[in-house]
C-alpha cells in the first residue's frame, strides 16, 4: 500500500469560493480523520468517521464546512464560501484494519491559501 | 477536556549533545500519549507511543519518553541528536479504551541540530 493520499496538494483560492479536497486512505483502514494545521500550531481535530458514518465533528467545523466518505473508502472535505482565516494545512489519517490500531497514519496534507 | 502543552517552541542544540523536548497533558480520564515528527517537507510519522504498562517507552532510532502520571508529564529525550533529527516535535493524547480516536496534539516544538 502506498499511503495515505491527498489531493491536490496545494489549492489557491479567492475569497467566496469554493473548495472540495479529496483523501484516499490505507485501503484496509476502517478509521478515518480530517485535521488542520495553521502555521506555527499542531494539527487540530475536524471530523472522524468510521467506515461511511460520521461520528464526530469538531466545534471547529462551522456550517460552511462538509465531509462525506459515501463508501467507506475516500473521503471529501468541502468548503464552502472560504474566508481567509481558511487558510491552512489540510491533514488527512486513516487507522485500523489489521495494522495497529493506535496508530494514525497521515497524508501529506493539502495546503490552501485563500486570497 | 484534554490538553496538551508543549513547554518549548525551538530547541537548538549542536550535534550529539543531549535533548528534551517537554510535553505536559491534562486529562479527566485514562490516556493514551503520542509523540509524531514531522521531517522538513514530509508528513507526521509516530515516533513512539504510551498505551500502558512499562512508562518508559523507546523509538527505533534512540528518542525515549517517560510517562510521568504525577507530574502529567510526556517528556521525549535522546541522549545523542544527529543533524538527522532536525525536525517539528508534536504531543499528542488520545482518550483512553472507547474513544474515537481522535488526537489532541502540542503546539509543537521545533528541535534544531547544529553541526
Known amino acids: 500500500d502506498t499511503g495515505v493520499s491527498q489531493d491536490p496538494r496545494h489549492k489557491i483560492t479567492k475569497r467566496g469560493q469554493n473548495v472540495t479536497f479529496r483523501c484516499d486512505p490505507i485501503s484496509e483502514h476502517n478509521r478515518l480523520y480530517w485535521y488542520r494545521q495553521t502555521l506555527g500550531q499542531g494539527p487540530e481535530f475536524l471530523t472522524y468517521f468510521q467506515n461511511e458514518a460520521q461520528l464526530e465533528k469538531s466545534r471547529l467545523l462551522s456550517n460552511r464546512f462538509s465531509a462525506e466518505r459515501p463508501k467507506g473508502s475516500f473521503s471529501t472535505l468541502e468548503i464552502q464560501r472560504t474566508e481567509q482565516g481558511d487558510s491552512a494545512m489540510y491533514l488527512c489519517?486513516?487507522?485500523?484494519?489489521?495494522?495497529?490500531?493506535?496508530?494514525?497514519?497521515f497524508g501529506p496534507g493539502t495546503r490552501l491559501t485563500v486570497t | 477536556a484534554q490538553s496538551v502543552t508543549q513547554l518549548d517552541s525551538q530547541v537548538p542544540v549542536f550535534e550529539e549533545a543531549p535533548v528534551e523536548l517537554r510535553c505536559n497533558y491534562s486529562?479527566?480520564?485514562?490516556?493514551?500519549l503520542f509523540w509524531y515528527v514531522q521531517y522538513p517537507n514530509q508528513g507526521l510519522q509516530l515516533l513512539l507511543k504510551y498505551l500502558s504498562g512499562s512508562t518508559l517507552v523507546k523509538s527505533i532510532n534512540g528518542f525515549e519518553a517517560e510517562f510521568n502520571k504525577s507530574q502529567t508529564s510526556f517528556h521525549l529525550r535522546k541522549p545523542s541528536v544527529h543533524i538527522s533529527d532536525t525536525a517539528e516535535y508534536f504531543c499528542?493524547?488520545?482518550?483512553?479504551?472507547?474513544?474515537?480516536?481522535?488526537?489532541?496534539f502540542g503546539q509543537g516544538t521545533t528541535l534544531q541540530v547544529k553541526p
Open positions: 486529562s479527566s480520564v485514562s490516556v493514551y
Open positions: 489519517a486513516s487507522s485500523g484494519g489489521t495494522g495497529d490500531p493506535y496508530e494514525q497514519y
Open positions: 499528542a493524547v488520545r482518550g483512553g479504551f472507547g474513544n474515537t480516536g481522535k488526537l489532541i
